[in-house]
């Protein structure tokens, strides 16, 4: 989680407290071990792979239940946080979903929206790669392999997610 926060093995090093050779040395074998790269390495910059970013979203969703789970143990009131990731294609009629975003942020103040702007097609793939939480289409949409749902008082617009998502089970979404 750090060396991809820093996108440095030195500062990410630095941070932990530890030298940048025995970072890069357990990362290596970590990734030798997981048979993939998590890292694209250019010189001193890096970035993440698309398997670097799902084992990072995997992670934050990982220390994000912990928190949750030590919060609920305490008994404190149920607050609901986390990070929800959107796709969506880029088009003029964007502003409706900045419209969803922050009447959500507003219900739920500790709640991350991240959003993501490709074609229709990179997000679908984005998706089923588990890269994001639901997607905002403009029909007409393959809709094949998903739930959808259309946005009411709209006839255009489909927000779409795995057959598996908590959202799949409702008929409409409402702003």
Known sequence: MTVAKEQSFTRAAEQLHITQPTLSRQLAAFEEELGLELFVR??????LTEEGILLKRRALEILDLEDRTLEELKGSEEVICGTVTVGCGEFAAVEILARICRSYKEKYPLVQIALHTATADTI???MNKGLVDAALFMEPVDTEGLDYIRIK???HWVVGMRPDDPLAGKQFIKC
Do not use: P
């Not at 250019?42 to 970035?47: E, F, L, R, V």
């Open 153 to 155: 008082d709209s006839d």
């Open 42 to 47: 250019k010189g001193k910059s890096i970035t």
């Open 124 to 126: 679908y793939e984005m």
